[in-house]
T-cell receptor
């Protein structure tokens, strides 16, 4: 079975540019999560979706960040305009729907560097 | 706020030894999960223990949960060099359905 697929794996861009990160969750999973990982702050939940609907976006740091899930097999995280402090590894994860909290399956992340 | 805090932050042992990592959390939980992260990769789920369980085993892994102390431990027996990774605990709070809150992790190094 294919796991969670993220693209690109690496992104280097100049500040002010728009950045779009992509995620394909595991087929059949109803919940999708976007995380950011940095040395200083560890792993932070940015937003999660259930059945393609955003449930909690309280972790999204600023209005420059937006996320969409147009269908069950695709999600994007967009940063516009990007800033150097956005540099981090961004992970997408998915899980099957369960009120008790099922294990999450992570992609290998997008390493983002904003110059 | 972080639901889980791992201790120690870093641990270095010889191959064949046991490794114990501890996790403390702040609020009541439905379940607690342990994940492993190899360098440059995503997190991989290891084991889940529910709030009404006290101990769980999976291969060389043993997890305990003490809800009265709000703590959990992960024991890896007969460690191997391939166990070198960061280990995270993460809790699902009683009040939320699907949000995991991760600790800062323990970096385990197993020396051959």
């Amino acid at each position: 079975d294919a796991g969670v697929i993220q693209s690109p794996r690496h992104e280097v861009t100049e500040m002010g540019q728009e950045v779009t990160l992509r995620c394909k969750p595991i087929s059949g999973h109803n919940s999708l999560f976007w995380y950011r990982q940095t040395m200083m702050r560890g792993l932070e939940l940015l937003i999660y979706f259930n059945n393609n609907v955003p449930i909690d976006d309280s972790g999204m740091p600023e209005d420059r960040f937006s996320a969409k899930m147009p269908n069950a097999s695709f999600s994007t995280l967009k940063i516009q305009p990007s800033e150097p402090r956005d540099s981090a590894v961004y992970f997408c994860a998915s899980s099957s729907q369960d009120g008790g909290g099922q294990p999450q399956h992570f992609g290998d992340g997008t390493r983002l560097s904003i110059l | 706020s972080q639901q889980g805090e791992e201790d120690p932050q870093a641990l270095s042992i010889q191959e064949g030894e046991n490794a114990t990592m501890n996790c403390s959390y702040k609020t009541s939980i439905n379940n607690l999960q342990w994940y492993r992260q190899n360098s440059g990769r995503g997190l991989v789920h290891l084991i889940l223990i529910r709030s009404n369980e006290r101990e769980k085993h999976s291969g060389r892994l043993r997890v305990t949960l003490d809800t009265s102390k709000k703590s959990s431990s992960l024991l890896i027996t007969a460690s191997r060099a391939a166990d070198t990774a960061s280990y995270f605990c993460a809790g699902i709070s009683s009040g939320s359905a699907r949000q995991l809150t991760f600790g800062s992790g323990t970096q385990l190094t197993v020396l051959p």
